[in-house]
């Protein structure tokens, strides 16, 4: 007979939790159903007209902005032989009035204390300084006069070299060939 009483408590009890799980479930099913369409993606937008950019050989320039404000500088983009990875960037930055600049970004995580040093043969070592950290390390030095004579006359081999942050070399080739004419076109505008 104890069996008999307990069947209709235990329907019940079911019937309970059958309905406190469905109370639960609903609103997390109606939150899943009412999802938004993911938005369309942004029409890009047509290119800079102001921006321009140049192939001389290794080295590209690129020039941005209008008239007295324009700005340029020839580029090489340092990378993987498969071309999956950017190792690092290099700008030769030149204005019409001021000095020029010799501009290295590479990953983060280098050592900083080390520098970034530019090797070409015949010329002494560029030694340029670290100044920030973000997305890429920015280091950056002043050309001198000689160094810039030597670079635009370079047309061979050359190396980017720092160290990362366990302090082992990192030794990165560069070719020159084509600077000289992309550091004339730059200034040139």
Do not use: Y
């Amino acid at each position: 007979m104890a069996l008999t009483g307990l069947i209709p408590s235990l329907r019940l009890s079911l019937l309970s939790a059958v309905f406190a799980a469905s109370a639960f479930a609903l609103p997390a099913a109606a939150q899943t159903a009412a999802a938004p369409a993911p938005a369309a993606a942004p029409v890009a937008a047509p290119a800079d007209p102001t921006e321009t950019h140049s192939v001389h050989d290794d080295w590209t320039v690129r020039c941005k902005g209008k008239d007295e404000k324009r700005g340029c500088e020839a580029v090489q983009t340092l990378q993987t032989p498969d071309l999956a990875h950017i190792l690092a960037h290099v700008a030769v930055r030149a204005e019409k009035s001021g000095p020029v600049r010799l501009i290295v970004l590479t990953p983060p995580g280098v050592w900083l204390p080390s520098n970034v040093a530019l090797k070409v043969g015949g010329v002494a070592d560029v030694v340029l300084t670290f100044k920030r950290c973000g997305q890429h390390c920015v280091a950056s030095a002043e050309l001198t006069q000689d160094q810039l004579t030597a670079l635009k006359a370079s047309s061979g081999k050359g190396e980017i070299v720092f160290e990362d942050g366990s302090r082992r070399p990192v030794i990165l080739p560069l070719s020159f060939k084509g600077l000289g004419a992309a550091m004339q076109a730059s200034l040139k505008g």
